[in-house]
C-alpha cells in the first residue's frame, strides 16, 4: 500500500510539472503578441504622423517671409528703374525726333583735311616753297548730329529696358552697368564733336581725335566698374586717366576760341560761349557723381542712386546743348 501512494504522488508531480511548462509557452507567445502590437502600433502612428511633419514644412517660417519681402523690395526697386528707362527713351527719342522736324535744312558745316603741298608762285627754280593747305570732304547737317546723341541715347535705354533688363539689372546688383559706358562713349563724344564744329574745329583729323578721347575717357570708366569686381580697393588710376583724356578735347576747343579772339576777328557767336560753359560743367558733373557714388557719399552710398543721378544728368546735358545749338543755328 505504501509503495503505490507514492508512484501516485510522483505521477502527479510530473503532470503538474508537464502542466507549468505548457503554460509558460502560452504565457511567451502572449508577450509577444502584445509585443507584436505595441510595434504595429507604433509604427502606425509614424506613417500617420509623416505627413503632418510634411505638411507643417510647408509652412512660411519667418526667416522665409523676410527673405521675400527682401525679394519683393528688390523687384520694387528694379521694376521703378525700369520705367525710368522707358521715360528716358521716349524723351530722348520725342526730342531727337523734334530737332529734325524743327530745324532747317541748310545748317552745313565743313569737315576739310589739311595737307602739304608746293606753292607754285612762291617756289623759285631748285627752291620749292612747301605750304599748308587744305580741301574739304564732306559737309555735315548740324541738325544730323544733334538728333543722333539724342537717338544713341533712346536706343540704349530701351535696350536695357526690354531685351537687356536681366543684364542690366544683374550688373547693378555688383554695382556697374556697362551699357551706360559703351552708350556715352558714343553719344558723348558725338556731343563734344558738335561743339568743336561750333568753335570753328574743321580739319577732319582734329574732330576724330576729339571723338577717340571723349570715348577713351567713357571707357575708362567701364573699365573702373569692371576692375573693382576683382579687388576690394577702388581703381582710382582709370578715374584719373580718364579725367585727363576728357580735359584734352575741352582743351582744344578753348584754344581755337581764344585763337579766334586773340587773331581773328572774333565773329564766334556769343551762344557758343555759353554752350561750352554750360556743358564743360554738365560734363564735370558726371565725373563728381562718379567720385561721390565709389566715395559712398551720403545718398550715393546706394548705387542706384547714382544710377538715376546719371540719367538724369545725362537727359539734362543733352537737352541743353541741343536746345542751344536750335536757337543759335538751327532754328527756321
Given at each position: 500500500m505504501a509503495t503505490t501512494t507514492t508512484s501516485k504522488k510522483k505521477t502527479?508531480?510530473?503532470?503538474?510539472?508537464?502542466?507549468?511548462?505548457?503554460?509558460?509557452?502560452?504565457?511567451?507567445?502572449?508577450?509577444?503578441?502584445?509585443?507584436?502590437?505595441?510595434?504595429?502600433?507604433?509604427k502606425v502612428v509614424k506613417t500617420v504622423k509623416a505627413p503632418e511633419s510634411k505638411s507643417s514644412s510647408k509652412k512660411p517660417t519667418p526667416a522665409s517671409i523676410k527673405s521675400d519681402k527682401k525679394t519683393t523690395k528688390k523687384g520694387t526697386k528694379f521694376d521703378r528703374l525700369n520705367i525710368w528707362n522707358w521715360a528716358m527713351a521716349a524723351l530722348h527719342a520725342i526730342q531727337g525726333a523734334a530737332v529734325l522736324i524743327l530745324s532747317r535744312s541748310d545748317s552745313l558745316f565743313p569737315v576739310k583735311t589739311s595737307y602739304i603741298t608746293q606753292d607754285t608762285l612762291a617756289s623759285g627754280e631748285g627752291m620749292p616753297v612747301l605750304v599748308e593747305a587744305q580741301r574739304t570732304l564732306f559737309d555735315v547737317n548740324l541738325a544730323y548730329l544733334v538728333a543722333a546723341f539724342f537717338f544713341l541715347s533712346s536706343i540704349a535705354h530701351l535696350y536695357i529696358a526690354t531685351i537687356g533688363r536681366k543684364r542690366y539689372e544683374s550688373q547693378l546688383e555688383k554695382g556697374m552697368n556697362k551699357a551706360r559706358w559703351y552708350e556715352y562713349a558714343l553719344s558723348a563724344s558725338v556731343m563734344m564733336v558738335a561743339i568743336a564744329m561750333l568753335s570753328g574745329v574743321s580739319d577732319f583729323s582734329t574732330l576724330i581725335m576729339i571723338f577717340g578721347a571723349t570715348a577713351?575717357?567713357?571707357?575708362?570708366?567701364?573699365?573702373?566698374?569692371?576692375?573693382?569686381?576683382?579687388?576690394?580697393?577702388?581703381?582710382?588710376v582709370s578715374y584719373n586717366v580718364g579725367t585727363l583724356a576728357g580735359l584734352g578735347p575741352w582743351a582744344v576747343v578753348g584754344i581755337y576760341l581764344w585763337g579766334a579772339n586773340q587773331y581773328g576777328s572774333g565773329d564766334i557767336p556769343t551762344f557758343v560761349y555759353f554752350i561750352f560753359g554750360s556743358i564743360f560743367v554738365f560734363f564735370s558733373s558726371f565725373a563728381v557723381n562718379m567720385w561721390l557714388q565709389y566715395r559712398g557719399k551720403g545718398r550715393w552710398s546706394e548705387y542706384l542712386y547714382g544710377e538715376k543721378a546719371y540719367m538724369v544728368l545725362s537727359l539734362v546735358a543733352k537737352s541743353v546743348?541741343?536746345?542751344?545749338?536750335?536757337?543759335?543755328?538751327?532754328?527756321?
Open positions: 502527479t508531480t510530473k503532470a503538474s510539472t508537464k502542466a507549468k511548462s505548457a503554460k509558460k509557452p502560452a504565457a511567451k507567445r502572449a508577450s509577444s503578441a502584445k509585443t507584436a502590437r505595441k510595434t504595429t502600433s507604433k577713351v575717357m567713357n571707357l575708362l570708366g567701364l573699365v573702373m566698374e569692371v576692375h573693382n569686381q576683382t579687388t576690394q580697393k577702388t581703381n582710382w546743348l541741343a536746345w542751344q545749338i536750335f536757337a543759335g543755328t538751327l532754328r527756321p
